[in-house]
Nanobody, 127 residues
Framework: QVQLVESGGGLVQAGGSLRLSCAASNSLEYYSIGWFRQAPGKEREGISCISSRASAIWMTDSVKGRFTISRDDDKNTVYLQMNSLRPEDTAFYYC?????????????????????WGQGTQVTVSS
């Protein structure tokens, strides 16, 4: 079992950047990590997944070229670097772990595929 804690959210102007962190209570060596977000009144959206040892990365089209996912297994932490933020990126952001060295493939954005979740962090982008 692994516990996840997100941080790094906040209020930023459009065009700005934020880096979210997802810190784990123990080694993430055998886990793949996904990032999700949920805006008010909308369903939770899976936006990215990074497999063990970063051997594969999945990213949804709406954030490609703006967001980057990475991991530092020495620190048991996964990051989501968000650049060129837009008001439509405003949401509560969550990280989640799946007990597999591989992301769930084309189902990486399916929340049901993940085993452990953090509490989330709010990202607000003003126009």
């Amino acid at each position: 079992q692994v516990q996840l804690v997100e941080s790094g959210g906040g209020l930023v102007q459009a065009g700005g950047s934020l880096r979210l962190s997802c810190a784990a209570s123990n080694s993430l060596e055998y886990y793949s990590i996904g990032w999700f977000r949920q805006a008010p009144g909308k369903e939770r959206e899976g936006i990215s997944c990074i497999s063990s040892r970063a051997s594969a990365i999945w990213m949804t089209d709406s954030v490609k070229g703006r967001f980057t996912i990475s991991r530092d297994d020495d620190k048991n932490t996964v990051y989501l670097q968000m650049n060129s933020l837009r008001p439509e990126d405003t949401a509560f952001y969550y990280c989640a772990a799946v007990a597999s060295v591989a992301c769930p493939g084309i189902y990486y954005s399916d929340a049901a595929r993940y085993d452990f979740w953090g509490q989330g962090t709010q990202v607000t982008v003003s126009s």
